[in-house]
Structure formats: structure tokens, C-alpha cells
């Protein structure tokens, strides 16, 4: 593993404590050999290998409360770190000519591998600044318009559309019911369902209700692996059900919810579960990037193989399928 790999985080997630402690141990001891010139390469080649191995240990059999937790990590890649690390000639597109700009929804056109596409992503900020514009990823309903105004202008265009999903959910305020929220979610949903053109998604964080659903709907979804997709957080589902989110209500709602990757590809929600590194994204954002450009460029070629029509087919069969749990 590399020295990056294993670099004591500034952010500690609380059931990675034990490898947090020993990433800060082989800090030390690298740091002590550096200014001392002792050799103690053999120490921490297998300080490496214990933190290899109680890495693997905890992702294998990580709750779906922790899940949770890896999804919200501080240092886990954005959707705006993927689009600079392989969209090329990204050209972003602002407002929804209705209201205003809304920062929480990033869109424009650029290129995945050989494909030329249009990309809307939610963008949650990157500092504490940028996550107040960006209503920590929460959607208005100027956002949901400027989104499908995009996508018209694909299918004008005739390109394919790329979606990365990463929010808890569309924004819950007096001004966003007002200005027709649910409203702009719902065409969203009928107009996305009818567009001529490839969609694919990928929740690459959180998949909040009808905030991921605004802009989720596609021919080929995907979830990355530490990922969660549900009609719900586990917080509001646990005050709903037993009317506190403490830890144990909120690991029992995670359990319930059937929100992680393996859950949503068993259900049909979506269709692959694109693998991260070990010990998640932010551990080697360069990797994970690597593998949703791959996915993605894998899907539209697939997807642009078909006749529109055809295609439009497919994507209302595979919408009437969700859902699905016996019969016909």
C-alpha cells in the first residue's frame, strides 16, 4: 500500500479509529527515520500490512449505518472532482431562465472518453462557504429546471446525458415549496423518462429521495460501492418511525432501508456497482475515478447501439420494473 494510502485522514471516521491510529504510527515512525536516518523499513512494511489487513477486515463486513458515513466523508471525491479529473473540455451552462442560478446543480457540456455529452451533477461544496451556496448539495426547483433545460438542449443536440448524484435530498425550505419543488421534480421525472437521447447515472455519494430521483432517471444506473440510494435518510426515517435519531435507531433505519449498493442492485434499482478502492473513494480518488469513467464510457457505447425508439422502450420497461417484488 502506498505512503498516500495510509495517511492519517484530518477527518476520522469513528469505526475506522483502530487504522487511524495505526496510519499516524506509521507517520511517526517515517518521519523519525527521515530526521534520524534510522532504517526501519522492515517496521513498517509490516505496520503496512497490519493496516492492509484490519482494512480489509472492517469493509467486509461494514454496516449499512457506516456506509452511510464513508458516503458523507469530508474527503470523499465530489462530483466536480470527477468532472475535472477525466470530463475533457467541460463547459459549464448556467440558470434555468425562470428564477436564477442554483449553485447545487452543476451542468454543461464535455467529453467521457470518445463521447461527446451533456453532465449534470449535484455539487455540494468543497468548504464551508462553497456548502452554504450550494445548500450542502439540496437542490431548489430553479436547480431541477436548469437541469432539464440542459438536458433538452442535449437531445436538441442529440448528445448523451451523464448524471452524478450526491445529495440527501431537494431542498426542504419555505421558498423551494413555494416555487413549485415537488412540482419540478415530478416533470423531471416524465420528461427525462421520454428524452431521445443515451442517459446514464451514477450515484457516486448519497442518493437522497426525490432529490437523486430529479435528475436519476436513466437507461443504465450505476452506484459506487460505499454509496447509498434510498427513498429516505436513515436520520429521518428513525424520527419518523421511533421519533429519535440516536445512533441505535438510525443504524436500525440504515438496516430497514435496504439503501446500500448490494441492496439497490438486488432490488433492481440499479443495474452495476462500480468497486472502489479498498477502504473507500477517499482513499484513492484517482482509482475511483479510473473506474466510473470506464463504466460510463462502457454504457454509452452499449446504449447508443440501439434505435431511439427502441431505446426509449427499454428505459420505460426497465422503470416499470422498479419496484417489482413477485408476479408479473
Known amino acids: 500500500m502506498s505512503t498516500a494510502s495510509t495517511a492519517s485522514p484530518a477527518f476520522e471516521l469513528e469505526f475506522e479509529r483502530p487504522l487511524t491510529a495505526l496510519e499516524r504510527q506509521i507517520a511517526q515512525l517515517e518521519a523519525q527515520s527521515d530526521t534520524e536516518g534510522y532504517d ?13 489487513a484490519m482494512l480489509k477486515k472492517i469493509y467486509a463486513s461494514i454496516s449499512p449505518a457506516n456506509v452511510v458515513k464513508v458516503a458523507r466523508a469530508p474527503g470523499r471525491p465530489q462530483a466536480i472532482d470527477y468532472i475535472r479529473s477525466f470530463v475533457k473540455d467541460f463547459c459549464e451552462l448556467h440558470g434555468d431562465r425562470h428564477f436564477g442560478d442554483d449553485r447545487a446543480i452543476i451542468s454543461g457540456f464535455g467529453r467521457v472518453g470518445p463521447h461527446k455529452c451533456m453532465v449534470i451533477a ?14 450542502f448539495g439540496c437542490a ?3 436547480g431541477y429546471r436548469k437541469a432539464l433545460l440542459k438536458m433538452k ?10 448524471s ?14 413555494e416555487r413549485g419543488q415537488a412540482e419540478a421534480i415530478a416533470v423531471n421525472l416524465r420528461e427525462m423518462s421520454r428524452l431521445r437521447v443515451p442517459i446514464v447515472s451514477v450515484v457516486i455519494g448519497e442518493g437522497g429521495s426525490g432529490g437523486a430521483l430529479g435528475i436519476g432517471v436513466a437507461d443504465k444506473a450505476a452506484m459506487m460501492q460505499y454509496a447509498w440510494y434510498s427513498v429516505i435518510s436513515p436520520e429521518g426515517c428513525a424520527a419518523i418511525l421511533w421519533k429519535a435519531a440516536d445512533p441505535v435507531s438510525v443504524a436500525k433505519a440504515a438496516e430497514a432501508l435496504k439503501l446500500t449498493a448490494q441492496d439497490n442492485l438486488k432490488l433492481g434499482t440499479v443495474d452495476h456497482i462500480i468497486d472502489e478502492p479498498l477502504g473507500g473513494a477517499h482513499r484513492n480518488p484517482a482509482t475511483a475515478s479510473d473506474k466510473i469513467e470506464k463504466w460510463i464510457t462502457t454504457a454509452l457505447r452499449d446504449l ?11 428505459r420505460y420497461q426497465r422503470l416499470r420494473k422498479l419496484g417489482q417484488v413477485g408476479g408479473e
Not at 449535484?122 to 445548500?135: M, V
Not at 438542449?153 to 451523464?162: D, H, Q, R, T, Y
Not at 435530498?169 to 419555505?174: N, Q
Open 140 to 142: 431548489h426547483p430553479e
Open 122 to 135: 449535484t455539487h455540494k461544496g468543497k468548504d464551508t462557504r462553497e456548502r452554504i451556496a450550494c445548500n
Open 40 to 52: 526501519i523499513s522492515a517496521e513498517v512494511r509490516q505496520l503496512r500490512a497490519n493496516h492492509t
Open 304 to 314: 447508443k447501439r440501439f434505435k431511439v425508439d427502441n431505446l426509449i422502450a427499454k
Open 164 to 177: 452524478f448524484i450526491d445529495t440527501p435530498g431537494a431542498y426542504p425550505g419555505v421558498g423551494a415549496e
Open 153 to 162: 438542449l442535449a437531445e436538441k443536440f442529440n448528445l448523451p446525458i451523464v
